[in-house]
């Protein structure tokens, strides 16, 4: 009697030689299919930590943690971002509150950093210009001015910054704590209108509403070790007198900056942006069609303590602008082309009207749109950027 023929096992994907699955994965344009990529089996997952890969690229990520990975992909739920309440200025951390506080965490490491709660935040008075500790004293804040949070940046691991927002005195103040503290945010009783801050090689600067520049000054105390805002002064000088100009024909210009660092240098990254107000309700703006948005950037010029206006960014730059922040990241020419900004259509001025990514050519002015099928409502939670 004859042996039956021995079947032979179907091929399995982990049979695939290393290199055609480090070719296969370099040919995929965004970072969730990498990651995909790598969750087949564990020889995809040696290959993709072998691979030499060009940097992911950014992630637009909307409020419902609903994710988008560019430059273009299928949305996919990130349950790592879910219950966000704002966005930080730096890294991929995230904002989370909760009735005894909020914390930060990275939704890629799930690494998670305390920051005390605004209800224990002293309110800071400096005596003197010399920043001395002696000269300042604490005040409690009243609960019935507590602030929101403008802005927030994980700064060092002994030290995180915030604009605090105070609506009852329209004004913003500095504030920072330890991270992982769990008494007091140290917050300046005195200063400008703040619109934005960063960390940058070791010093904290803070954007004026005039577009000047601030160098801020951190000290520690003595007896606790905790930071507090010892000096504010000037390093350069604003670019104009007002964020808001009115055009006889009911036009409204509006002015939103922000901060980045690219190439190791500060940038002033300007939204200029035309509005036309509705006939009898200034809180209701439309965008006008013909000039939506257009961008000028500068750079500072520490020693001559002005801003420097620069018409490109470079060709393997990109800056990526949410409500929240202004980021500078590299990009390869077969990703996309550079010298262009991303940014969030509606989320500066009208949170009624439907939201969109679009993005803005340094070199034509022109502006397209990566997304065109995506689009979300503003709320009190914004949309931001991912940078895995």
Known sequence: MEAAPLRRQPASWADIPMELAGLVLGRLPAHVDRVRFAAVCPQWRVAARQGRLPPPMPMLLLPDATVYSLPGSQPFRFPACTGYTNTCGTGNWLVFSGEDGC?????????????????????????????DE???EWMEMADGN?????KVIFCSPHLIAAILNYRSELTTRIAVCQPGASSW?????????????MFHQGKLYALGCEDT???????????????????????ISGLLSTQMIFLPDGVLILRVSYLAESRGAVLLVCRVIDL???????????????????????????????WAKVTTIGDDKVLF??????????????????????FMDNDDYNKEASSTCSVYNMRDSKMSTPLPMVSWKPGEVFATWLLP
Not at 146 to 150: Q, Y
Not at 213 to 235: E, K, M, N
């Open 321 to 342: 602008l949410c409500r929240k922040f202004c980021r500078s990241v590299n990009i390869s020419h077969n990703e996309m082309p550079g010298d262009r900004i991303f």
């Open 213 to 235: 520049l601030f160098a801020v000054d951190i000290s520690l105390d003595h007896s606790t070790g905790d930071p507090w805002v010892s000096q504010i002064q000037q390093v």
């Open 146 to 150: 507590l602030p929101d949070v403008h």
């Open 185 to 197: 945010w140290s917050v300046l009783g005195n200063g400008p209108l703040f619109v934005d801050i």
């Open 276 to 306: 036309r107000l509705k006939a009898g309700n200034w809180d209701n703006i439309e965008v006008l069609e013909a000039e939506r948005s257009r961008f000028e950037v500068y750079e500072a010029n520490f020693g001559q303590s002005q």
């Open 103 to 131: 914390f930060l965490r990275d939704p890629f490491t799930n690494e998670t950093v305390t920051v005390p709660a605004l209800s224990t935040a002293r309110f800071q008075r400096v005596g003197g210009e010399s920043g």
């Open 134 to 136: 002696a000269e300042h």
